[in-house]
C-alpha cells in the first residue's frame, strides 16, 4: 500500500513524469538547435511557472482514486484496494510550494482516512533538503514524436546517509510538460551497489486522453523503475491545465522473475481552482463549490510499449 501511495503521489507532484523502450534514437547533432552554457552564476533553475502545482494559486486542488489489484502467482486477482487522495496547494515560496496531502484508503469495504499530510516540494520535484545539492550539467535532447527537443540539464544529489541519489533533468522552458525526461539512479553511500533506476519520460505531446477528453494542454509519459525485488511500469496522461499535472496512470509492478504482483488505475475525479469549503464522500464524495468533474472512466486497453 505504501508503494502505491508513493507511486501516485511521485507522478502527480513531481510529473513528472520516461524512457520508453523502442523510441528512435537522438537525430545528430547538425539537426539540434545549440544551447550556450551558461556560467555558475546564471545556472538555470526551474520557473514557478513550469512546475506543475507551481502554476496555480493557493486553494487549488485535486482529487484523484486509485484501484489496485494484487495477483497470485496463477495471475488470479487475491485483493482489490481503493484510495482516494485530495492534495491542496497550501503555500507558495520562493524555493518551491507547500501542499496538503489528504488520504483516505478503502479496504474490504472498510474506509480509513487519514491524518493530513504538510509536503514541501521545490520547483525541481525534489522535497527541500538541505542535503540537497543542484547544479547545470550541460545540455542535451529528448525526441518527442521524431522532433528533438534541445535541453538544458539539471542535476539534483542528495545523501540520505544510507544512500546517495542521483537525479537529472531535462528541462525546455519552451515546450510544455517543461520537464520533458528525469533519470534517478539509487546507490549505496560509497557509490558502488545500484540499488535502483527510475526513467520517466515524454513520449507525446498535444494528445488526447480517452478517459478525460475534454481536458487540454496533454502529454502522454511512460515511465519504468527498476529495483533489486523487482520493476514497475507505468503509462501517464498529465496535463498542464490541471493542478498537479496528473490525470490518468496506468501501472503495473512485476516480480525479480517478470510475474505480475500488481496492477494500479489511477483517475482524476475532480478539481477545483480555489479552496472548497465542504466536503462530501470518500472524503464525503466529491467537493462542494466551484469545481471541474470528470467522470471516471475505465481506461480501454491498449499495446503497451515499455
Not at 539537426?31 to 502545482?53: D, K, R, S
Not at 486509485?66 to 482516494?84: L, S
Not at 535541453?151 to 539534483?156: E, H, K, S, Y
Not at 533533468?169 to 510538460?177: E, F, K
Request: charged share 25%; hydrophobic share 35%; net charge neutral.
Amino acid at each position: 500500500m505504501r508503494l502505491l501511495i508513493c507511486a501516485a503521489l511521485m507522478f502527480s507532484l513531481a510529473v513528472d513524469s520516461l524512457v520508453a523502450l523502442g523510441l528512435a534514437q537522438d537525430p545528430p547533432p547538425t539537426q539540434i538547435a545549440p544551447v550556450a552554457p551558461l556560467p555558475p552564476e546564471q545556472e538555470p533553475v526551474i520557473l514557478q511557472e513550469h512546475h506543475p502545482w507551481g502554476r496555480f494559486a493557493p486553494g487549488a486542488w485535486k482529487l484523484v482514486r486509485v484501484v489496485t489489484e494484487a495477483f497470485d502467482e496463477k495471475d488470479n486477482i487475491v485483493n482489490t484496494d481503493t484510495v482516494e487522495t485530495k492534495t491542496t496547494l497550501v503555500k507558495l515560496e520562493d524555493d518551491g510550494v507547500t501542499l496538503e496531502v489528504e488520504v483516505c484508503v478503502e479496504v474490504a469495504g472498510k474506509r480509513f482516512a487519514r491524518a493530513p499530510q504538510i509536503v514541501k516540494q521545490g520547483f525541481h520535484g525534489e522535497p527541500v533538503s538541505e542535503q540537497l545539492k543542484m547544479k547545470y550539467a550541460g545540455t542535451g535532447t529528448v525526441t518527442v514524436d521524431g522532433r528533438a527537443i534541445p535541453c538544458r540539464i539539471i542535476r539534483l544529489e542528495s545523501n540520505t546517509g544510507t544512500a546517495k541519489t542521483v537525479t537529472n533533468l531535462y528541462y525546455s522552458a519552451l515546450t510544455p510538460p517543461y520537464i520533458l525526461k528525469r533519470e534517478i539512479v539509487t546507490t549505496d553511500v560509497a557509490g558502488e551497489t545500484q540499488l535502483s533506476e527510475t526513467s520517466v519520460r515524454v513520449v507525446a505531446l498535444d494528445v488526447q486522453c480517452d478517459a478525460c477528453e475534454s481536458i487540454g494542454g496533454m502529454s502522454h509519459l511512460e515511465a519504468v523503475s527498476k529495483h533489486s525485488k523487482g520493476s514497475v511500469k507505468a503509462s501517464v496522461f498529465s496535463s498542464t491545465e490541471v493542478p498537479g499535472g496528473i490525470v490518468s496512470q496506468e501501472s503495473e509492478e512485476f516480480d525479480k522473475d517478470n510475474h505480475l504482483l500488481r496492477r494500479s488505475t489511477l483517475q482524476m475525479l475532480s478539481y477545483g481552482l480555489k479552496v472548497e469549503p465542504e466536503r462530501t464522500g470518500l472524503f464525503g464524495g466529491l467537493f462542494s463549490g466551484r469545481r471541474r468533474v470528470v467522470p471516471y472512466r475505465k481506461p480501454p486497453k491498449r499495446q503497451q510499449t515499455w
